[in-house]
């Protein structure tokens, strides 16, 4: 049973930074290596939208526009822990954030929610101005 676990959500104000963290169990490395996991996030009112995700061994990572330059993904397979780094955070970065992962190494970019099997709880990330 795969289980996801989001940490590290917070209030900060807006040029702060968070880095939220993704602990996951019950994935297992494939012939094709650890499965893809990526970061959604979906604000009141709004559709969930995907904003980073990483391959199994950590070597192409994918970006959305809004968060490109600022957030960075990486993972740690020892710990099978997947990170978020958000530096100069804005108000509209303010959303629920949601680790999700797939059973491959392996996802359609851009990043669609309907493509992903798992997903953890969410964390919540609120940006003051």
């Known amino acids: 049973q795969v289980q996801l676990v989001e940490s590290g959500g917070g209030s900060v104000q807006a040029g702060g930074s968070l880095r939220l963290s993704c602990s996951a169990s019950g994935l297992t490395s494939g012939t094709s290596g650890w499965p893809y996991i990526a970061w959604f996030r979906q604000a009141p009112g709004k559709e969930r939208e995907g904003v980073a995700g990483?391959?199994?061994?950590?070597?192409?990572?994918y970006y959305s526009d809004p968060v490109k330059g600022r957030f960075t993904v990486s993972r740690d397979n020892a710990k099978i822990t997947v990170y978020l780094q958000m530096n100069s955070l804005k108000p509209e970065d303010t959303a629920t954030y949601y680790c999700?992962?797939?059973?491959?190494?392996?996802?359609?970019?851009?990043?669609?929610?309907?493509?992903?099997?798992?997903w953890g709880q969410g964390t919540q990330v609120t940006v003051s101005s």
């Open positions: 999700a992962a797939n059973s491959k190494n392996i996802l359609n970019l851009p990043l669609r929610d309907a493509d992903v099997p798992y």
């Open positions: 990483i391959t199994g061994g950590g070597g192409r990572t």
